[in-house]
DNA sequence: TTCATTTCTGAAACCATTGCAAATATAAAA
DNA sequence: TTTTATATTTGCAATGGTTTCAGAAATGAA
């Protein structure tokens, strides 16, 4: 759990104000690791907030994807979620239950592609999907 | 090019009746390497079929993807795009230009995740984002 | 041929996301 | 403090790629 004073710096460090919903918006995707969508974000903040529009949350992750406080992940292709950890690590998807989980990778997994010669690489995201260990014991 | 009598064998392997229809969009994602939408694969075959329902190069593309005959990429979360080559490699996406590059990569490069015991990976994706080389001498 | 099944089609529905313009809040200036 | 300008939030409507639907056509089996 971070201090909501740190929040609020982070934000101000990277010229984004911290009105109130964008740092309740913020402080949510920071200590929750479960990769939750817009729609699960409005609904866990609208009573806290009291008033809150799902609008303001859509801007306000993009706001923060825009300056690379947290991650959009499309490992779903039906819809997109957000992950406020935005150090180098996989997702798994489970094909079954449809849970996101954090794996993690060494931090110089690009030397395993070859032909970047040239390239400049900004973002790189490993998806992984399939079954996981909880829903494999149950079949 | 891989000849027609093969890729309807393709089909009919996979389970898959090989209609006119089926036949000319798998011909198309299986010797175009450009990662069309089916949006561009309707354009493309809509005059050579004659008669062709957008509908219908949907329902078959998901067809072969669910078969495991073609990837399904959500490297540019906007659209989808399919790769007719289920070989493993990584995809590079553009932010300057959009287009979409195939990149080579080790096949143990999963070892480089750590973790996966109890996990069975069915589907592994790594996506790539930044400039192409033809852009970055542009700028 | 006849019947059952599969496939194809266009139109309509779906739904996550975005655009818009008004309302509100915040900061700066007077 | 009051005024003014700017930034932010809001609700609703619209967007657009994708999916669903029911009927029509084609295919295969008997």
Redesign the pocket.
């Known amino acids: 759990m971070i201090a909501r004073s740190e929040l609020k710096r982070e934000l101000i460090n990277a010229g984004?104000?911290p009105?109130?919903?964008?740092l309740a918006i913020y402080e949510y995707v920071k200590s929750h690791h479960t990769h939750p969508?817009?729609?699960v974000v409005y609904d866990a903040l609208r009573d806290e907030?009291g008033?809150?529009?799902?609008?303001?949350?859509?801007?306000?992750l993009?706001l923060f994807v825009d300056a690379g406080l947290v991650q959009l992940l499309t490992i779903d292709?039906?819809?997109?979620c957000f992950d406020g950890d935005t150090s180098c690590h996989a997702h798994f998807r489970c094909d079954s239950c449809g849970k996101i989980v954090d794996l993690k990778i060494k931090s110089d997994f690009l030397s395993m592609v070859s032909g970047l010669e040239g390239f400049e690489i900004k973002e790189a995201q490993l998806y992984l999907k399939g079954i996981c260990p909880i829903c494999k014991r149950k079949n």
């Not at 009105?19 to 964008?22: D, E, F, L």
């Not at 008033?51 to 306000?60: A, F, H, I, P, R």
């Not at 292709?77 to 997109?80: E, P, V």
């Open positions: 984004i104000r009105s109130v919903q964008r969508t817009a729609d907030l008033s809150l529009s799902l609008t303001t949350v859509y801007n306000t993009k292709d039906t819809f997109r």
